[in-house]
């Protein structure tokens, strides 16, 4: 199980494309509302219900988390201690962790990007503590995946299919969608 998670102000572009193509390669992924209702609503108004409240995740069976940015999304994931506490412990697990645009600030601050590379949304790079800054459009470095930012969904999704598949997976999702 991916669990994708969501605060108000995230960026609609990066969770639902995530949740889309993961979903397209039959990888079972749920997402996880922060907030005190299961309808979440994105930076730009739209108003997504969840799969599931926080508090019902079981975090140790979940094969990856993944954080989509925006603000003030990324802000309320960083402000919600018992999410900050979850991704600690889950870290400990070398399970895969991936943010996009500017949710690696939650990594940087929480110091699970130290000695990795990373990419982070342009002009926020001071964000990326501990990390190499590269600027390119999705980076993996060991199990830590992060993405540039909404332009970059697609590319950033098909990265997370084929890390938890194989890259023939991927591939075949990706021509699937240029039709």
Do not use: W
């Amino acid at each position: 199980m991916v669990y994708v998670f969501l605060a108000n102000g995230f960026e609609e572009i990066e969770a639902l494309t995530v949740v889309d193509l993961l979903r397209r390669a039959q990888i079972q992924v749920k997402t996880v509302s922060l907030m005190e209702s299961r309808t979440v609503y994105g930076a730009h108004g739209i108003g997504v219900e969840s799969d599931i409240m926080f508090k019902d995740g079981n975090y140790k069976q979940c094969a990856m988390f993944v954080l989509p940015g925006g603000m003030p999304g990324t802000t309320n994931l960083c402000n919600h201690k018992d999410f900050n506490d979850e991704l600690l412990e889950f870290s400990k697990t070398l399970k895969p962790i991936a943010a996009i645009c500017a949710a690696p600030m939650v990594l940087g601050r929480q110091g699970l990007l130290n000695g990795h590379r990373a990419t982070i949304y342009p002009g926020m790079e001071k964000e990326l503590t501990g990390a190499v800054s590269t600027g390119e459009r999705v980076v993996v470095s060991d199990n830590i995946i992060t993405g540039r930012g909404p332009g970059v969904a697609i590319d950033f999704a098909l990265t997370l299919i084929e890390h938890l598949t194989d890259r023939q997976k991927a591939e075949e999702i990706k021509n699937g969608l240029q039709g």
